[in-house]
């Protein structure tokens, strides 16, 4: 009884610090022109034909690693919505690049300190479509799967608003309920898409419970020139800058 009133005081402690950090984040200046929640489609880049036709060579291939490897389960970072809510929620990675040094988070776009992971040469298809995707450059790659049905917690990936991690996260099938959320009015919004980029700092993502396999792949790295000279760069808050280019569209 006292080890269970002595977890919640605890839990309470947690939450009110996490809380005091959410609050710190929102209270960061942004372009007014921004609003949240919002997310950059990419699908008007991208060969999406191909990419939908991988939907199988995908699942096939996943569902063999559920059966056989016991891959690394993913964690949502410290940054959840609150203190209570599972930070390792059930999904797991499969890995195809791999840090050339222990892993941090900070390295995450950062090609040279990354090599082709084992796996990659499983998913060749996937990497030759990666391949056609608008990068200079690639960095950190992972595959994230989910067979349990558990919800992804919404969290923030990280805290620093001016830090923009140019990346593309995508998918061959549109089932996983993969949502962005406005911390400052609970709202939600789906993605629709294939493909997004989304702000990780400004705003919280998550998914909604889903029987049966979700799956979802997360390529960073850096763009090439000729894209990066469409994205607007907004004057502050470089974290928000996808939410930007979805506001305002293209950089004039
Ligand atoms: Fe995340």
Sequence with gaps: ????????????????????????????????????????????FIDLKRLRALDNYLNERIQKHIRTRDDEKFHT????????????????IIYLSK?????????????????PAEDATEFSL????????????????MIMYDGSGNPVTAHR??????????????????????????????????????????????????ADAKPGLSVSIRVDGTFTDEFRARIPVPSCNLASTPSLWACIGDKT
């Design 126 to 141: 996937l990497m030759d479509f990666i391949r056609t995707l608008p990068f200079k450059e690639t960095a950190r790659m």
């Design 157 to 206: 990936d990280h805290h620093r608003p001016n830090l923009l991690h140019e990346f593309v996260w995508f998918r061959t099938s549109l089932t996983k309920p993969f949502y962005m959320l406005d911390p400052r009015t609970g709202e939600r919004r789906y993605v629709e898409s294939y493909t997004a980029w989304f702000d990780t700092c400004n705003q919280f993502h998550g």
């Design 99 to 115: 840090s050339k040094r222990d892993f941090n988070y900070w390295d995450l776009n950062v090609a040279k300190l990354w090599e």
């Design 1 to 44: 009884m006292r080890d269970r009133i002595e977890h919640e005081r605890s839990i309470r402690n947690e939450d009110r610090a996490l809380q005091r950090r959410h609050k710190q984040i929102d209270r960061e200046e942004l372009d007014p022109r921004i609003t949240y929640p919002s997310y950059k489609s990419f699908d008007e």
């Design 77 to 92: 970072g410290d940054l959840t919505i609150d203190a209570k809510a599972a930070k390792v929620p059930g999904s797991r």
